[in-house]
C-alpha cells in the first residue's frame, strides 16, 4: 500500500469522525435547548420533556443549519403566550452550542 493510499483512509476516517462528533454536539445542543424551552413553557411532567426533546432533535434533520429549530421553538414559545423573538432563540442555540461541543469533546 502506498502512502498516498494510507493518508487518504487517514483523512476518511478524521472525516468520519469529526462528522460523528459534530452530530453528537447538535443533537447534545438541541437537548439543552429543548429543556430550557420546556423551563420557559412551565412544563414539568419527564414524559414531556423527554417527547418534546425528541421533537426538537428530530425538527433540526429537515434542514440544514438551526433556522428549522428556532421556528419551532418560536412557534411554540407563541402558542404559549411567551414573548420571545428569533434573535434570543438563536443566543441561546449559541450559549448550548458551545456547550455541548465542549461536553462531547471531553467524552471524546
Known amino acids: 500500500m502506498s502512502s498516498f493510499d494510507e493518508r487518504e483512509r487517514g483523512e476518511e476516517a478524521k472525516f468520519a469522525h469529526d462528522a ?10 438541541n437537548k ?10 412551565d ?8 417527547n418534546y426533546v425528541a ?12 433556522a428549522d429549530v428556532v421556528r419551532k421553538i418560536k412557534a411554540d414559545f407563541d402558542a404559549n403566550n411567551i414573548e420571545i423573538d428569533e434573535k434570543a432563540i438563536e443566543a ?3 450559549q448550548f452550542d458551545i456547550q455541548a461541543r465542549a461536553e462531547v469533546l471531553a467524552e471524546a
Open 32 to 41: 439543552h435547548l429543548a429543556y430550557w424551552a420546556c423551563a420557559e413553557m
Open 92 to 94: 441561546k442555540i449559541a
Open 20 to 29: 460523528s462528533l459534530r452530530f453528537k454536539a447538535e443533537a447534545r445542543r
Open 43 to 50: 412544563v414539568t411532567d419527564a414524559d414531556a420533556i423527554a
Open 55 to 66: 421533537e426538537v432533535i428530530a425538527v433540526d434533520m429537515t434542514e440544514a443549519g438551526p
